[in-house]
């Protein structure tokens, strides 16, 4: 079956940077839209950032222009780049992926994917 794995959290001081990774099995990225949500404690989950199948990349506001989203095809890999975090920014980020993109003979699942997601802490 499909697997999302994050990995890249961790602890930072505002100001500091973290890359997070997304590698997926039985799934090829780069075909499909695929995003970055994050879940801050007590708040709901909240997209931060998308790649869309035909490369388009989107951020949400409050990360636009800290936030890189890249792919790595080779390495089957998505990266979200983020940069002068702030305490805000504190949250399990999770990766996700549309339906549709899986490796042959890999069943689909047309509701998606997420990862198990990752802990990213912003403090001094």
């Known amino acids: 079956q499909v697997q999302l794995v994050e990995s890249g959290g961790g602890s930072v001081q505002p100001g500091g940077s973290l890359t997070l990774s997304c590698t997926a099995f039985?799934?090829?990225?780069?075909?499909?839209?695929m995003g970055w949500y994050r879940q801050a404690p007590g708040k709901e989950r909240e997209l931060v950032s998308t790649?869309?199948?035909?490369?388009?990349?989107k951020y949400k506001e409050f990360v636009k222009g800290r936030f890189t989203i890249s792919l790595d095809k080779d390495k089957n890999t998505v990266y979200l780049q983020m940069d002068r975090l702030i305490n805000e920014d504190t949250a399990v980020y999770y990766c996700?992926?549309?339906?549709?993109?899986?490796?042959?003979?890999?069943?689909?699942?047309?509701?998606?994917?997420w990862g198990q997601g990752t802990q990213v802490t912003v403090s001094t």
């Open positions: 996700a992926a549309d339906g549709g993109c899986e490796t042959t003979g890999t069943l689909p699942v047309p509701e998606g994917y």
């Open positions: 039985r799934y090829i990225f780069g075909r499909c839209a």
């Open positions: 790649l869309q199948g035909d490369g388009t990349l």
